[in-house]
T-cell receptor
Framework: AQKVTQAQTEISVVEKEDVTLDCVYE???????LFWYKQPPSGELVFLIR??????QNEISGRYSWNFQKSTSSFNFTITASQVVDSAVYFC?????????????FGSGTRLLVRP | KAGVTQTPRYLIKTRGQQVTLSCSPI?????VSWYQQTPGQGLQFLFE???????NKGNFPGRFSGRQFSNSRSEMNVSTLELGDSALYLC?????????????FGQGTRLTVV
């Protein structure tokens, strides 16, 4: 069965620290997509990144970077020099295909608190 | 470009009542999906609509239903509300399907059943 595990329920760091959010997934599909979303207190899920299963290149976007390793089924997310505005709940998700339809399977989320 | 709009933002209903939530996707997006978020169960997929057809459905009772109109706007309906239906209901739109492109989410409708 498809599954996404975010073992870290809550992380608290001081501003300017680097922090890594872990994501481990399970899937039998050979083609799949992985996502990270940020959920600020306002509630909407903000898209951060999508990665397909054939692209294991790491990606960097400003202070954000992602490490995708198929060998360990992990898709970890690092925030460098964290800021108070990074405080939010972060979700890792896996897309599951059924016929021509897709749905996202979310992990339980990691609440990140960045203290000034 | 306008984002995904969900209305209403907040709703309080009594057990046994029914409720209808609305979602207007981003212009040009034909896929609309609904998710329920609760503290206990997390984010769970309800259903997905594409070109007015339900393509996929999650593991929810028949009290949960939805539809999509020709302009891609979608509604979801919950009948005979139960206390456990209290949740944040999120709608997502995508050009074709969530796996093929990034999905954009609305701010959600927070439903409280008393």
């Amino acid at each position: 069965a498809q599954k996404v595990t975010q073992a870290q329920t809550e992380i608290s760091v001081v501003e300017k620290e680097d922090v890594t959010l872990d994501c481990v997934y399970e899937t039998r599909d050979t083609t799949y997509y992985l996502f990270w979303y940020k959920q600020p207190p306002s509630g909407e899920l903000v898209f951060l990144i999508r990665r397909n299963s054939f692209d294991e290149q790491n990606e960097i976007s400003g202070r954000y970077s992602w490490n995708f390793q198929k060998s360990t089924s992990s898709f970890n997310f690092t925030i460098t020099a964290s800021q108070v505005v990074d405080s939010a709940v972060y979700f890792c998700a896996l897309s599951e295909a059924k016929d021509s339809s897709y749905k996202l399977i979310f992990g339980s989320g990691t609440r990140l608190l960045v203290r000034p | 470009k306008a984002g995904v709009t969900q209305t209403p933002r907040y709703l309080i209903k009594t057990r046994g009542q029914q409720v209808t939530l609305s979602c207007s996707p981003i212009s040009g997006h034909r896929s609309v999906s609904w998710y329920q978020q609760t503290p206990g169960q997390g984010l769970q997929f309800l259903f997905e609509y594409f070109s007015e057809t339900q393509r996929n459905k999650g593991n929810f009772p028949g009290r949960f239903s939805g539809r999509q109109f020709s302009n891609s706007r979608s509604e979801m309906n919950v009948s005979t509300l139960e206390l456990g239906d209290s949740a944040l209901y999120l709608c997502a739109s995508a050009i074709i399907g969530l796996g093929l492109a990034e999905a954009f989410f609305g701010q959600g409708t927070r439903l409280t059943v008393v």
